[in-house]
């Protein structure tokens, strides 16, 4: 098992930044992935970003390239999603999440731990 903890969330306005931070314990070792993942009121959770611990290859979801940023600090086991220009359709409940071995999709299913969320609000 792999324990997370977010924190950063908070509200800001339109076109304003935050950066959420996770921290990772336990079995870190066996982590291959980390993930972003929201849940917006009356919607499904959904895919944001993901980056391996090896080689920090990252991806993410159509509407947030070019404005969020997802990096990791090994050393610290920590992950970050920087996020820029901010718009009130980000709004959500942000999840972290551990993928432990292979393969790794952008499926919230194919992840095995997750934080407790952080809320981010978007004012317009």
């Known amino acids: 098992q792999v324990q997370l903890v977010e924190s950063g969330g908070g509200l800001v306005q339109a076109g304003g930044s935050l950066r959420l931070s996770c921290a990772a314990s336990?079995?870190?070792?066996?982590?291959?992935?980390m993930g972003w993942f929201r849940r917006a009121p009356g919607k499904q959770r959904e895919f944001v970003a993901r980056?391996?611990?090896?080689?920090?290859?990252?991806g993410y979801a159509d509407p947030v390239k070019g404005r969020f940023t997802i990096s990791r600090d090994n050393a610290k086991n920590t992950v970050y999603l920087q996020m820029n220009s901010l718009k009130p359709e980000d709004t959500a409940v942000y999840y972290c999440a551990a993928k432990l071995g292979y393969p790794v999709n952008y499926n919230p299913e194919n992840f095995n731990n997750w934080g407790q969320g952080t809320q981010v609000t978007v004012s317009s």
């Open positions: 336990g079995r870190t070792f066996s982590t291959s992935a």
């Open positions: 980056i391996y611990w090896s080689g920090g290859m990252a």
